[in-house]
């Protein structure tokens, strides 16, 4: 279990740790990322403060926000072997996803609500973080999925790999195996470690469909 003082703020630092996995690299030059599928409408993304139906094809640099409507989902692959899948319902902020990449680099991404798959194979990056309101989550190459909303907080699930979980103001801090998670309740100074369930696992997959069905 997880305890933050009261005075702490509501907020977990996730870290994936690095695993004996194939395939780690730390790529030079630029990483491009494409839609290379969608289900259900709407899905729109912010391109240099212009909106625009998100489409099957490459993300344009600039591209800032996407966001999806209740019924619809979308699936992001990269150059450097990265997949994103993105939940109905969704609204996620890109920062340096598209663009330089390598050692040096980091990855932003940050969830405003709702739930995404992140698939990564090989590590190309610096630094991989995704924020939420109530936690951020560092990764390495792992397969994971995260899950925000207002009401029901920051949810995160490892698929492969493991995460090392850590209040950021206190001494406490967990791992996470596969098939566990953890969920950062809004008002809530504490957090356990849980096997999902297969319903749980089952109803997070079929939000985000494709590689997670």
């Not at 009261?6 to 740790?17: D, E, G, Q």
């Not at 040096?104 to 590590?123: F, H, Q, T, W, Y």
């Amino acid at each position: 279990m997880i305890v933050q003082s009261p005075s702490a703020a509501l907020r977990i630092v996730a870290v994936v740790t690095l695993l004996s996995l194939p395939g780690v690299v730390a790529a030079q030059g630029s990483r491009a990322c494409s839609v290379s599928a969608i289900e259900g409408a709407p899905a729109r993304v912010e391109v240099a403060g212009r909106w625009s139906a998100l489409e099957v094809g490459p993300l344009r640099d600039g591209s800032r926000l996407i966001v999806t409507g209740p019924g619809a989902r979308c699936e992001i692959r990269c150059s450097d072997g990265l997949i994103l899948t993105l939940g109905g319902g969704i609204e996620v902020v890109l920062e340096g996803l598209i663009g330089r990449a390598g050692p040096s680099e980091s990855v932003v991404l940050r969830l405003l609500r709702g739930i995404i798959g992140i698939d990564a194979p090989n590590r190309t990056w610096q630094s991989f973080q995704v924020h939420t309101p109530l936690a951020i989550a560092s990764a390495r190459t792992t397969s994971w999925l995260v899950e925000y909303a207002e009401l029901t907080g920051a949810g995160f699930f490892v698929r492969s790999g493991s995460i090392d979980v850590a209040a950021v103001r206190g001494e406490a801090n967990v791992r996470l195996s596969a098939g566990n998670g953890i969920t950062i309740l809004p008002g809530v100074l504490s957090a356990e470690v849980v096997r999902w369930s297969a319903t749980r696992i089952g109803g997070a997959g079929a939000t985000l469909g494709f590689g997670w069905r």
